[in-house]
């Protein structure tokens, strides 16, 4: 039984996601106990990952801080703002500063993976930018090729983003970057995204926008 500072955000095939409060504030809390037994290994692998991306970015401000994680759950702090497709920044202010960001996460050997998704960017409360859900991150010790291939289609992805609540604002440089996809995004596009979407739509049963749904939500 949850505790009644204890609020469910989110449940699904890989587990549970609750909103706590303890000593006055907010903890975001992964759980993989209710995680379905056959997937519950990935999981556990995701919840890993969001970890160590945590770990190495600790510090910095922006992104989610790691509290605690074990075999079982993983705690990180609260983040306050609204997802990107609720707060719909139009300032280009915002993106400068977005991309500030994502240069802090690159150069702390941290790559998100999962920028596509509108909800894992928020407008925070003063206007500000974050970014959370880190499951996918990937952090590396040194700067090999497909770092920097990753690190770029992190680029293009915000770059998508920037096209959609404030096109004018695009540079010249920031156009030729969308114009011209990566190896690994065709790649994806050809290979892995058919399959992506058949497992999250048809097995897991998200719905559109690749399994954001209700996710906006978690914070």
């Not at 997937?39 to 919840?47: C, G, Q, T």
């Not at 941290?110 to 925070?124: G, Q, S």
Request: charged share 30%; aromatic share 6%; glycine share 6%.
């Amino acid at each position: 039984m949850r505790s009644p500072t204890q609020k469910l955000l989110k449940k699904d095939t890989f587990g549970e996601v609750s909103r706590l409060e303890r000593d006055g504030e907010i903890v975001i809390r992964r759980d993989i106990r209710p995680a379905a037994v056959w997937v519950r290994w990935l999981a556990r692998r995701l919840m890993y990952r969001e970890a160590r991306a945590l770990a190495a970015l600790e510090g910095v401000s922006g992104v989610p801080q790691l509290i605690d994680v074990n075999r079982m759950t993983l705690e990180r702090t609260f983040v306050d703002g609204q997802p990107m497709q609720q707060g719909k920044p139009t300032d280009p202010r915002y993106f400068k500063q977005a991309a500030k960001l994502l240069r802090k996460l690159h150069r702390c050997g941290v790559v998100h993976n999962d920028l596509a998704k509108e909800p894992n960017i928020l407008l925070t409360a003063d206007s500000g930018v974050a970014f959370i859900d880190f499951q996918l991150a990937g952090h590396v010790n040194s700067r090999t090729r497909l770092f920097r291939a990753l690190a770029r289609e992190d680029i293009r992805h915000l770059l998508k983003h920037k096209r959609t609540y404030c096109a004018d604002a695009l540079t010249t440089r920031e156009k030729a970057i969308l114009s011209q996809p990566g190896l690994l995004s065709r790649l994806w596009m050809q290979t892995v995204k058919p399959v992506y979407l058949f497992i999250t739509r048809r097995l897991l049963g998200w719905s559109d926008r690749e399994g954001a749904g209700d996710r906006g939500s978690v914070r």
